[in-house]
C-alpha cells in the first residue's frame, strides 16, 4: 500500500483547490469514481490521505460499460484488488452501454455517459468524486469552442456541481503521470483512449500538442483562464437574474429588457425559456431578440410559439389543427361540420348557364363542372394549402386569405372544394381560376352552404 508523503506538492494543490470550493465536509459520505486509469487512482489515494484531515468516509464505484471484452473485465479485476488492499468499499456497476445506445438510438459515448452517471446516483453518498483533470477542463474547452457556444459553455467543467466533486481539476495529466510513476503505482490503460475515434482523443492526441508548441504550458494556463471565465460568468448571472425578475411580467411574458445591456438581455431570454422548459441554441437566442424588437411569432416546439409584440415576448400555446375531415362530394345535401349543410347541384341547361354567366352578376358560388379533374372531395382545411382565385395571376396562401377573409367565428369549420389537381374553392374566398366558368361552359356545379338548414350562411 501506497503512502503519501504530506509535502506531496499535488497534494497540497488538490487540498488547496478543495478548500477553496468548500468541495468536503466533516462526516460526508465521498464515493470516487473508480475507472482504474492512472487519474482515478492518483484521486483515489488523495481523498485516502485527506481523510485523516477532514474526517469522512469514503467508498468507491467502478462502472463496466461491457464495450472492451475482456479490458474491460481486467478493469474490474484491478479496481476490485486496488480497493481491496486500501481497505475502501467499493461497488461494481455492470452495464449494457451498447444496448442503451440501440435503444434510445444514441452513440456510444452519449450512452456510456448515461449510464455512467445513473449508476453515480444509486450510490449512497453525498459526494461523488471525478477525476477530472486540467487537461479535460482545456480538452473540453476546444471541443465547445469547436461545436460553438457562449460564455457557459466555455467555462468548461465547473469544479462543483450539484453532488459532483472534481478535486483534480487544478492537476495536469502529465503531473498525475509523473506522480503515479514516482510512487511506482500501477493503473490500467483504455485501449480505446489510445484511438483517434472520438472526438476528445482527437483533439487530446491532435490539437492539444500543436497548443503545446505554441506555449508549452497552455494546460497549466488555461487553469487561471477558465476560473477568470467562471468568475465573470457568475457575475453576469446575478446581473441577468437582477434583470429577469424586473422584466418577468408572468411566467409566460418577458418585457422591458431594452433597459439593460445586449448581454444581459440574451441571459434574460435564456432563463425565460428555461424557465418554460424549453430547449435554445444561439440562433433561437437571435430570433427571439429580432422578435422582442419588431414583432412575429415564431413556433418553437410542437403547438409552443413565442409570439413578439413591441418591447416584449410571450410563450403561448396555439393547438394544431384538427385532423382533416372530407368526403367526396355527392349531388345532393352534404355535411363535414355539425351544423352546417353543403348543398351541390348540376345545372346542364345551356341556355340559363349562359344567361347566367353573360348576362347577369351571380351571387351563387358557381363551377365550371367539366373543368373540374377527377374526384371532387369536399373537406376541411389542410396544412399548405393554396388556390389562384378567379381574376387573379398568381397563388395565394389559404392560410393568408382566412385571416383576412373569414370571421374568427368560422375559421375552424371553412368548407374547401378540391380536385385530382388541388384547390377550387375556399369558403369566403372564392373559387380557383382554372374552374371559372365562361361562355364555353356547359356545365354548371353550384355550391350552397346552409346552416342549420335555416339559409345560408355568410360566405
Sequence with gaps: MMVFNNNDKLLETAEK????????QKNDIICCALSGGADSVCLLLCLLELRKSYDFILTAVHINHQLRGDESLRDVHFCESLCKSLNVPLQVVTCDVTGYAEKNKCSIETAARKCRYDAFESQKADKIATAHTASDNLETFIHRFIRGSGLKGLTS????????????????????ENYIQIHNQDFVTDSTNLTDEYTRNKIRHNIIPLCKEINKSVEHTSIGMLSALRSEQEYLN????????????????????????IAIQRRCIIMFLENNNLSYDSEII??????????????????????????????VTIPKEKNTVRCE?????????????????????????????IHKKSTKILLDYDKIKGHTILRSRVFGDKIQLSGRNFTSSVKKLIQSDVPVSRRNTVHFLADDMGTIFVEFCGIAERVKPDENTKTLLEIKILEDENGYSDF
Excluded: W
Excluded at 483547490?17 to 468536503?24: D, L, T, V, W
Excluded at 446575478?238 to 445591456?261: P, R
Excluded at 418553437?300 to 416584449?312: E, L, N
Design 157 to 176: 467543467i465547473p469544479p462543483v456541481r450539484g453532488k459532483y466533486i472534481r478535486p483534480l481539476l487544478c492537476i495536469t495529466r502529465e503531473q498525475i
Design 329 to 357: 362530394l355527392n349531388i345532393g345535401i352534404n355535411q363535414i361540420f355539425p351544423h352546417f349543410f353543403v348543398e351541390a347541384l348540376l345545372i346542364r341547361n345551356e341556355t340559363y348557364v349562359k344567361n347566367t354567366i
Design 238 to 261: 446575478l446581473q441577468a437574474q437582477e434583470a429577469f425578475n424586473i422584466c418577468l411580467k408572468d411566467k409566460y411574458t418577458l418585457s422591458g429588457l431594452s433597459d439593460f445591456h
Design 286 to 315: 437571435d430570433i427571439l431578440l429580432s422578435l422582442y424588437n419588431t414583432g412575429g411569432k415564431y413556433n418553437i416546439s410542437g403547438d409552443i410559439y413565442v409570439i413578439g409584440r413591441k418591447d416584449s415576448i410571450s410563450v
Design 17 to 24: 483547490f478543495i478548500q477553496e470550493h468548500n468541495m468536503i
